[in-house]
């Protein structure tokens, strides 16, 4: 293949690169302040969970239980908590030293422009929880949280009819 056909090549690869950009910017709706933001308000369970801490060690959704609940909603600005929950015996948590049987994080989130991303910054620490609305009562999300207790978690939630509280953890 000349130089000449590698051009050309590259030339074709970007044009589709800049058109599947246009394509998408496309569909989402530059009239925003008339969009209708999916209502996200409540308790969502995580039926799916896997971990891994900076330590290397991991849990998912048979030895830990998370919950998010979205508190308040204002069109697309929400405010939540990511409450969990492990097992006794589970092995060390965040800090790698020490046994954590549970806790929350503070969340406040937008939902995106396109209305199925939605995105979490936690406070006061430095994590953050990102991913997508699958639909009115799904939604997976991964939180990463980088530092010297570094953590990447992912998640499938599911909307609870009616719960409060925090998660009760699944026996080993």
Partial sequence: ?????????ICCLLFLCISSRYQSAKAI???YEKQSYPNLLGTWKAIRK????WHRDTINHQNSASVLIISK???????AELH????E???PDHNGQFDTLGGKEQLIGLIGWDLASIHFAQHPNSGVLQGQILNN????LTRVEAGPFAVVERYIF???ASSTGAPTPRSQ
């Fill in 137 to 140: 009562e799904a939604l997976e």
């Fill in 158 to 160: 599911i909307r609870q």
């Fill in 1 to 9: 293949m000349g130089l000449k056909s590698v051009g050309l090549l």
């Fill in 89 to 91: 015996g589970k092995g």
């Fill in 73 to 79: 909603q204002s069109e697309a600005m929400l405010e």
């Fill in 84 to 87: 969990w929950q492990h097992v």
């Fill in 50 to 53: 896997d971990a891994i801490f």
């Fill in 29 to 31: 709706d530059l009239n």
